[in-house]
T-cell receptor
Framework: NAGVTQTPKFQVLKTGQSMTLQCAQDMNHEYMSWYRQDPGMGLRLIHYSVGAGITDQGEVPNGYNVSRSTTEDFPLRLLSAAPSQTSVYFC?????????FGSGTRLTVV | RKEVEQDPGPFNVPEGATVAFNCTYSNSASQSFFWYRQDCRKEPKLLMSVYSSGNEDGRFTAQLNRASQYISLLIRDSKLSDSATYLCVVKGYGQNFVFGPGTRLSVLP
């Protein structure tokens, strides 16, 4: 089925470790983004991309890097995990009427 | 002031009740408006767009008041399956959408 695929679904990291959250979409959408969702705070934009080779920062970019080498893929890298990065992460691609989200990654940093 | 604010929840209503959610936004230049639904531990999914003249989709009615910068969602004849968090989403000029914190609804048998 067409959509946004995120991996992994769950991850536990130790403070200081790095990792990459994978995101792929097969709808040929130009715009992709990463959000984190924390209780009571809603979805907050981390980074976004308007097309291959173009990325920009969102509301809460610190501690995260992204790249967009192809239209399909938009990985999110945590450089040195901190407990404050414990959250649920959603990747999304955008069409005219809104977003299609991936199923999310639940990340715990201990 | 947050860009998008929503009624605090949770709303606990009996099956068959009518319930309304409100949302206010601070950017008067906002252009597009949506309601998303998010089930527990799942991703948000588009429920409906909100048009200037108001619009209806089955038991759901969305209204927009640009002068007051206010959006509403009305759910009639609530079902158990309507239990979820409802997110108000606003798009201004540019690329990004802003999500409200959500209002949690529990429909009780």
């Amino acid at each position: 089925n067409a959509g946004v695929t995120q991996t992994p679904k769950f991850q536990v990291l130790k403070t200081g470790q790095s990792m990459t959250l994978q995101c792929a979409q097969d709808m040929n959408h130009e715009y992709m983004s990463w959000y984190r969702q924390d209780p009571g705070m809603g979805l907050r934009l981390i980074h976004y991309s308007v097309g291959a080779g173009i990325t920009d920062q969102g509301e809460v970019p610190n501690g995260y890097n992204v790249s967009r080498s192809t239209t399909e893929d938009f990985p999110l890298r945590l450089l040195s995990a901190a407990p404050s990065q414990t959250s649920v992460y959603f990747c999304a691609s955008r069409h005219r009427d809104g977003y299609t989200f991936g199923s999310g990654t639940r990340l715990t940093v201990v | 002031r947050k860009e998008v604010e929503q009624d605090p929840g949770p709303f606990n209503v009996p099956e068959g009740a009518t319930v309304a959610f409100n949302c206010t936004y601070s950017n008067s230049a906002s252009q597009s408006f949506f309601w998303y639904r998010q089930d527990c531990r799942k991703e948000p999914k588009l429920l409906m767009s909100v048009y200037s003249s108001g619009n209806e989709d089955g038991r759901f009615t969305a209204q927009l008041n640009r002068a007051s910068q206010y959006i509403s969602l009305l759910i009639r004849d609530s079902k158990l399956s309507d239990s979820a968090t409802y997110l108000c989403v606003v798009k201004g000029y540019g690329q990004n959408f802003v999500f409200g914190p959500g209002t949690r609804l529990s429909v009780l048998p």
